[in-house]
């Protein structure tokens, strides 16, 4: 018995009971789809974010004050951290060779208001080096001057959105704008940006740091963002970091992120979410297997005369098991297929209707899929194999 | 052809031993059409599978043109139901998803003929039992009488030495019974060998030779011209002048173990 007659005594034993196989396929194909489609949302949202933190600026540093470290003492005895200055910013500047802009930040939230209109917004506190560090574009005006650090001058530049806020139809370079106790000018408006890492550049208010620092009363930084050269050794820069702000400090009192870092730390999440995702959606594998070999048990049952009739004729039993393992693994390949097909259809869909979602499905996934779906056919196709060779032909024969 | 000697098939019943078969001892020559007749439970179709290589004797010796089956594997027996024996049954056995010409190929399709061989094979087999035009019906497409022609087609397409029929002839009505019978007869006088298991004296009547069991044992052998009309039990005593065969009231009242 050829291959080929296998598969064609199968593919016209499935056909026989339409209905039934069209439902055990089902089955399948669900399985498979929710697996295709969970990971591929599962790998969007990652890359999702992987290109928000990619946004944040290539080849960036964070220096955060405190230890994110728990180090098991009481809280308060080890030291409260020292506070991020503008000192330690001039110093990493100034140190390391490598290291191209530094841009110390200052934040808070705070009132605007110009001729009669207010809004509570984030201000800004940093300096011109921001700019290039976040790859920051104007729309009118300019960005912050440059200069000294510790001398900030009453400017301010607005995000898009404040700026129609503020001053509807009309510009709003060199109007005054109230921020908290201080009145400053405004010298620019970025261009809109939307939403990036969370933040939103167009209800954002910047402004120098000093003055940042002042309007907050604050003698800390909230951190300090550095950009290095892109051939520079990564590793190396942290170790400098480190040193000249362990040295300031006497103690490793603050954090330094990198780019890198948190990217891996937020791709490893979502990948074990994508994996977490996918095994549920495997569990529908199986259940869809038990469908497959429920509809091939009762399918062996009804065709006991027909299996009694091939004994007779001289199938061999082994002849026989492929026969019933090849439609188990038919039913559960076709379903496999057809799932890819409304997985495709349906993240096609998904992705015409939500913009900005990427939603490719992962190969892996796609292999994955098929080579378990058809896994499943051979797995739980085996039993209802075996019940039918096991037949006795004069039972199925009888009557 | 067969060459029985001592069979005997026990079965074991809620731990009782149940024998359905007991020193069967009998020879069937090349060419001959044998009848089987009985009562029901007397081991006429118990005999008819072991013939068919579908049941193993618990004891004795079954010798089938030339080679001893009584102790093969079940793999050898599939091979020699395969190659040597034609089985026709009484509820015909024909897949219904499969057009007569499909179910007569399918015995060639497990023994590996290639797909254009077989049919052209099976669309002889159909012309030889004058189904030929029907080739592409399905089975509830045709007539008992039709699809008992079919599964004999389908039992003679690997040539078989031996055809084994049981009731062949017992859901069809008298005359597409009279032309299956014409048929198999036809078969036997190109040399197949024919064992039919039936209750019908007039059937029965047709063979060479009327085996009749009771309870598992031979109670009977008479020639098929000599069975009687009505009851064959009753019948071929009364027309049997060597008078060796039971009467009706010895075979009813026959103890196992005497």
């Known amino acids: ?399 | 052809m067969i060459r029985l000697r001592d069979i005997w098939r026990t079965y074991d019943v809620g731990g009782r031993p149940l024998h359905a078969l007991r020193e069967i001892t009998e020879h069937i020559e090349t060419g001959e059409h044998v009848a089987i007749m009985g009562p029901s439970g007397s081991g006429k179709s118990t005999l008819l599978n072991l013939l068919g290589c579908l049941d193993r004797p618990n004891k004795g010796s079954y010798e089938l043109a030339g080679q001893e089956v009584a102790q093969l594997s079940e793999s050898q027996l599939t091979l020699i139901r395969r190659d040597r024996i034609g089985f026709v049954f009484q509820s015909f056995h024909l897949v219904a998803r499969l057009t007569a010409l499909g179910n007569v190929a399918l015995p060639m399709m497990f023994a590996g003929i290639g797909r254009r061989d077989r049919q052209a094979r099976a669309q002889a087999a159909l012309e030889s039992v004058e189904m030929a035009d029907r080739a592409d019906h399905r089975p509830d497409q045709l007539s008992g009488g039709e699809r008992q022609r079919v599964a004999i087609a389908r039992a003679i397409t690997m040539e078989p030495s031996l055809l084994l029929a049981d009731e062949p002839t017992g859901n069809l009505d008298t005359r597409s019974g009279r032309l299956v019978l014409d048929l198999l007869e036809e078969l036997t006088r190109r040399g197949l060998t024919l064992v039919m298991v039936t209750h019908d004296p007039g059937v029965a009547r047709r063979a060479d030779r009327v085996i009749t069991l009771v309870d598992g044992r031979i109670v009977s052998r008479v020639r098929g011209a000599d069975l009687g009309e009505v009851n064959p039990y009753i019948v071929a005593v009364e027309d049997s002048d060597d008078g060796e065969v039971p009467t009706t009231a010895d075979i009813s009242t026959e103890k196992p173990d005497r």
């Open chain 1, 1 to 399: 018995m050829s291959a080929l007659d296998t598969l064609r005594f199968a593919v016209r034993a499935l056909r026989s009971h339409g209905l039934r196989t069209a439902l055990s396929m089902t089955g399948v194909a669900i399985g498979v789809a929710s697996v295709i489609i969970l990971t591929s949302l599962g790998e969007g949202a990652r890359s999702y974010v992987i290109d928000q933190f990619a946004s944040l600026g290539t080849n960036v540093l964070i220096v955060i004050p405190g230890k994110t470290e728990t180090t098991g003492g009481f809280p308060g005895i080890g030291g409260v951290p020292n506070d991020l200055t503008i000192a330690d910013a001039q110093a990493l500047a100034r140190d390391i060779r490598t290291v191209t802009s530094v841009a110390p930040v200052s934040n808070g939230n705070e009132t605007v208001s110009a001729g009669g209109r207010s809004k509570q917004v984030m201000i800004l506190g940093t300096t011109a080096e921001m700019r290039d560090l976040r790859s920051i574009e104007m729309r009118t005006g300019r960005y912050l001057p440059e200069g000294d650090w510790q001398r900030g001058a009453s400017v301010a530049v607005l995000g898009d959105g404040i700026a129609r806020d503020l001053f509807p139809g009309t510009g709003a370079i060199g109007k005054v704008v109230r921020i908290g106790d201080f009145r400053m000018r405004v010298i620019g408006v970025m261009a809109a940006r939307g939403v990036t890492m969370g933040m939103d550049f167009d209800q954002i208010v910047m402004v120098p740091l000093a003055t940042g620092m002042r309007l907050f009363n604050r003698s800390s930084l909230f951190r300090i963002m550095l950009q290095h050269d892109p051939q520079a050794d990564v590793e190396r820069i942290q170790a400098n970091v480190t040193r000249i702000l362990t040295d300031r400090h006497d103690e490793e009192d603050f954090t330094l992120i990198t780019q890198d870092s948190v990217m891996s730390a937020f791709s490893q999440i979502f990948a074990a979410l994508t994996a977490a995702l996918a095994g549920i959606a495997a569990i529908s594998l199986i259940v869809a297997g038990i469908g497959i070999m429920n509809v091939m048990l009762v399918s062996v049952s009804e065709r006991t005369r027909e299996i009694g009739l091939l004994k007779a004729v001289g199938a061999h039993p082994r002849q026989i098991l492929f026969a019933f393992l090849t439609e188990a693994v038919l039913l559960s390949t076709a379903g496999g297929l057809v799932g890819l097909g409304i997985a495709g259809v349906s993240l096609e869909a998904l992705v015409a209707a939500v913009p900005g979602l990427d939603a490719t499905p992962p190969a892996w996934a796609i292999v994955a899929a098929l080579v378990v779906s058809i896994g499943v056919g051979v797995i739980f196709g085996v039993l209802p194999a075996r019940t039918a060779t096991r037949l006795d032909p004069i039972a199925g024969l009888r009557g």
